[in-house]
């Protein structure tokens, strides 16, 4: 293997893919280093939504839109945050990302381009996805990168990660320390390029506390997002920003308990939003308190009313009725996206996280809340079921008291996803230092820049996966060969 490439990528998930394809395509000489043992980092757990404005898929299904109404839409979701210029470039960019992922064979989901309520809404249908998710994206990228490996215009190091970069001559970071996990070896790597692509810190607990002092973590991040590319570039001088931006998702049920970890494609709520799932429970604090209307539908609304509460956790509490009623179709339709009543039921006999209990006091003291203040909190949603009217928080569906024994409850974590802190780049993607200089042959990419350079305060639908992609190939197509 050569020891001088033109532009090594560390990291092998979307952005990085993205960025050694384009690089390859155009012949330069690129190494990838990846720490795990296998292609495409995030894009194995991710639901895999992108969002474009104008895109082939959103023509034909004669829907008018463009990339400023986009960006428009964006900075009316976010209250004008993040980086502007960031934001711009990648709605300009997203339709020709979409195209290029259909020329490549995407699979869509046949009711796409949609409206998601999981976030704010877009005013038009301009979210994607695929058919399996985040590994429709990653089929497509893997043909390609498979294409050009045959090729040896690209190569891969798995199992191994980066230790460091150097300087070596002036001041220029032209130097790569790899080492390999399984082997033991370190080796020096020449490079005119080194690209970061490790991914955000959502997965260590450790890292997340030294940038979000006081805020709790339960994690639903990718294992690999543990923040180790950031610290390496921010030990070169790189800057670090929008922390201040950081929103939890709501839906965790911490699995194992206390275990500050939950899945998101195995272990959630259906509490994001009320629009796919009218709420058949009340929602009790860490004070056994009621806090908001359940029916929300606005999920950013949702995110920072349970962000308010101790722990920014909550007990969805109902009763039998409730867990035996059906949707208007006929389906299940529970609170636990994907669980049978029968697993659902095995969980609440463990009594971990989900509770059974004959009576509300008995309930409420096996989720460690007041039984006085459960027991009040109940009767007095009860009389406002049987008035029609909620006094207290407005809530509007009132369809299900709370009566029938056993009743239930169920420990919902505002948990991250993803991380909106991340390294500061241009619209290169160089890194950049505290006064905003370049740190010369350093770039970033995907969520080390974190999802508040691309969605600033607020989550926009489709504004992770799609820049990632986008900034990708941007920057594999703009880097040159070694002189």
Not at 37 to 57: I, K, P, T, V, Y
Not at 364 to 386: S, W
Request: glycine share 10%; charged share 20%.
């Amino acid at each position: 293997m050569s020891a001088s490439w033109d532009v090594v990528v560390i990291g092998a998930g979307a952005a990085g893919m993205s960025c050694a394809i384009e690089a390859a395509q155009r012949g330069l000489q690129v190494l990838v280093v990846e720490r795990s043992e296998r292609l495409g980092g995030a894009l194995h757990w991710s639901g895999g939504h992108m969002s474009a404005a104008g895109c082939r898929r959103q023509r034909q299904a004669g829907i008018e839109d463009s990339p400023q109404q986009h960006l428009q839409e964006i900075l009316d979701i976010n209250g004008h945050t993040g980086d502007p210029d960031l934001i711009r470039l990648a709605t300009e960019e997203a339709p020709k990302t979409i195209d290029w992922l259909e020329d490549g064979g995407f699979e869509f989901v046949p009711e796409c381009p949609r409206i998601i309520y999981g976030h704010v809404p877009y005013c038009v249908p301009r979210t994607v996805y695929g058919l399996r998710k985040g590994l429709s994206v990653l089929e497509v990228l893997q043909r390609r990168w498979n294409a050009l490996a045959r090729e040896n215009r690209l190569t891969a190091l798995f199992a191994t990660e980066a230790k460091d970069v150097v300087a070596s001559r002036g001041k220029r970071f032209d130097t790569v320390v790899i080492d390999s996990i399984v082997g033991g070896y370190e080796q020096h790597i020449s490079a005119r390029h080194i690209v970061f692509a490790t991914g955000g810190y959502g997965a260590s607990h450790r890292f997340f506390a030294q940038k979000h002092s006081g805020v709790p973590l339960v994690s639903a991040a990718y294992p690999t997002a543990d923040g180790n590319g950031i610290a390496l570039l921010e030990r070169k001088g790189a800057a670090f920003r929008f922390a201040e931006c950081h929103l939890p998702s709501l839906g965790g049920l911490e699995t194992p308990p206390r275990s500050g970890l939950t899945d998101f494609n195995d272990t959630w709520a259906m509490v994001l939003t009320s629009v796919y799932r009218p709420p058949r429970e009340i929602y009790l604090n860490a004070h056994g308190r009621r806090f908001m209307p359940e029916d929300e539908p606005n999920a950013d609304t949702r995110e920072r009313w349970v962000m308010q509460q101790p722990g920014w956790f909550f007990w969805a509490v109902f009763d039998q009725a409730a867990l035996d009623e059906s949707a208007p179709d006929g389906s299940e339709n529970p609170l636990l996206i994907g669980w049978s009543r029968e697993r659902f039921l095995r969980r609440a006999q463990e009594g971990e996280g989900v509770h059974i209990a004959q009576s509300i006091e008995d309930l409420a003291l096996a989720c460690g809340l007041p039984p006085k203040t459960v027991v009040e909190e109940v009767a007095a949603f009860n009389r406002a079921v049987a008035r029609g009217v909620d006094e207290k928080l407005g809530r509007t569906y009132l369809k299900n008291i709370i009566q029938q024994p056993p009743f239930y409850a169920v420990k919902i974590c505002a948990a991250s996803l993803v991380t909106f802190g991340g390294i500061r780049v241009n619209t290169h993607f160089e890194v950049l230092d505290s006064a905003g200089k370049p740190l010369p042959g350093l770039y970033a990419i995907g969520e080390m820049i974190g999802l508040g350079a691309t969605s600033g305060n607020a989550f926009c639908s489709g504004m992770a996966l799609t820049p990632a992609i986008s900034f990708g190939r941007l920057l594999g197509q703009q880097l040159t060969p070694s002189p």
